[in-house]
């Protein structure tokens, strides 16, 4: 267990509609991190909070966003959801940026 | 930008030999390196990281790696397998710029399938 928590682990919906990713880090961990994977892309990253602030952004889509809490936990939001949008979307999280980061069991998402 | 590549995609083995998954990144400045296990069905757990220090890490589950500036190289090594290794690896690395900011964001190599045989 790697103290980093995420709900819900599956979710199906359809397409065009929106969903929401929860992801609380591990305590005393500042930076909170969003990564997808898919088979054909494999492990991206999306973006990065530290401490209520976006620090970094990846391979987002406009459609997506995310943001922190001040008690630090995490939301990923996706709208207008598309079949390729079908993915594990993981929360890591760590002390700071030169750190290790723990990964969540992840979120299954499948668009239909 | 960083890239990571992990030079075989699937590797067998029979239980009890020895394994190597190869890792090669693109130059920086600086880097931090780090291998990932990932069972399935199960999210990513940390095996070992490279951060500063000893060129050579042990991680978990007796697994070691031996970081390598002039090649590049980040390779992940166990003597002996077990079964239970059976899994896909991911070898991942962090950028520091020149300016020594590191923004954090791993980037992951394509993952290597770990298949161990009795």
């Known amino acids: 267990d790697s103290g980093v928590t995420q709900t819900p682990k599956h979710l199906i919906t359809a397409t065009g509609q929106r969903v929401t990713l929860r992801c609380s880090p591990r305590?005393?961990?500042?930076?909170v991190y969003w990564y997808q994977q898919s088979l054909d892309q494999g492990l991206q990253f999306l973006i990065q909070y530290y401490n209520g602030e976006e620090r970094a952004k990846g391979n987002i889509l406009e459609r997506f966003s995310a943001q922190q809490f001040p008690d630090l936990h995490s939301e990923l939001n996706l709208s207008s959801l598309e079949l390729g949008d079908s993915a594990l979307y993981f929360c890591?999280?760590?002390?700071?940026?030169?750190?290790?980061?723990?990964f969540g069991p992840g979120t299954r998402l499948t668009v239909t | 930008a960083q890239s990571v590549t992990q030079l075989d995609s699937q590797v067998p083995v029979f239980e009890e030999a020895p394994v190597e998954l190869r890792c090669n990144y693109s130059s920086s400045v600086s880097v931090y390196l780090f291998w990932y296990v990932q069972y399935p069905n199960q999210g990513l757990q940390l095996l070992l990281k490279y951060l500063s220090g000893s060129t050579l890490v042990k991680g978990i589950n007796g697994f070691e790696a031996e970081f390598n500036k002039s090649q590049t190289s980040f390779h992940l090594r166990k003597p002996s397998v077990h079964i239970s290794d059976t899994a896909e690896y991911f070898c991942a690395v962090i950028q520091e710029d020149a300016g020594g900011t590191s923004y954090g964001k791993l980037t992951f190599g394509q993952g290597t399938i770990l298949t161990v045989h009795p």
């Open positions: 305590s005393g961990d500042l930076s």
């Open positions: 890591a999280s760590s002390v700071g940026h030169a750190n290790e980061q723990y």
